[in-house]
């Protein structure tokens, strides 16, 4: 990996500490799961959910036993050990594992972020290809989430199209459960109404937006 590339993973990861120490954490009654697949503005929801005090992370590779992008193994274990860290958790791999955290932390709140397909599936390619030109193979965490460790829309695309389906199956009927496209307008009503709390006197957060449009 090139000095460049190392200097541009250390800037994004110090930025995000730099959002996760930057507001004030507040109490906060249960455990909040975004389980809105890779590339539907998680970045974004995280981000908002510290702007509301909630003590919030984003993409978490060692919930499957995965140290960093570059890991080339192919096993993996499921580890929540770590998860009672934090009041609320977004990205892969966690959006993938709904059933497993709706079962270890009963009483949690589940948001399914949701993205028009054709926006999510050019979003999601073009971010796996930077990726690819970067460390020279899919990260860890994608392999293990599409199944493949090649550009392939269709097994994306399919990827996403079942999460969605099985994500509302699984949680129909139920109070404790939300569904958000945050292009849509101002999202912080329609969230905060659901966390119940106060809507903040800010604009709604749009990060990556590059990649996101």
């Keep these: 990996v090139a000095s460049a590339d190392i200097k541009t993973l250390t800037d994004e990861v110090a930025r995000d500490l730099s959002t996760l ?42 919930v499957i036993g995965f140290k960093h992008i570059c890991s080339q193994t192919s096993e993996f274990r499921i580890d929540l050990s770590d998860v009672v860290d934090y009041t609320a958790m977004a990205d892969l791999p966690i959006c993938a594992l709904y059933r497993e955290l709706d079962k270890v932390f009963p009483g949690s709140l589940f948001i399914l972020a949701t993205r028009p397909l054709e926006r999510w599936i050019a979003s999601t390619t073009a971010d796996i290809e930077d990726c690819i030109k970067w460390i020279g193979h899919m990260d860890a965490v994608e392999r293990w989430a599409y199944g493949t460790d090649v550009i392939d829309k269709e097994v994306f695309q399919n990827r996403y199209l079942q999460h969605q389906e099985q994500v509302l199956d699984y949680f129909s009927g139920r109070p404790d459960f939300l569904t958000i496209d945050i292009s849509e307008g101002n999202a912080w009503p329609r969230l905060c109404e659901f966390l119940q709390l106060p ?9 990556n937006r590059r990649r996101l449009e």
Excluded: E, M, N, Y
């Excluded at 109490?27 to 539907?40: A, E, L, N, Y």
């Excluded at 809507?199 to 990060?207: C, E, I």
């Design 21 to 62: 120490v930057s507001h004030p954490v507040q109490p906060f009654r249960t455990r909040v799961f975004c389980i809105g697949w890779s590339k539907t503005g998680t970045t974004s929801l995280t981000q908002a959910l510290r702007i509301l005090g909630l003590f919030s992370w984003h993409w978490a590779p060692w």
């Design 199 to 207: 809507v903040p006197d800010l604009a709604f957060p749009h990060l």
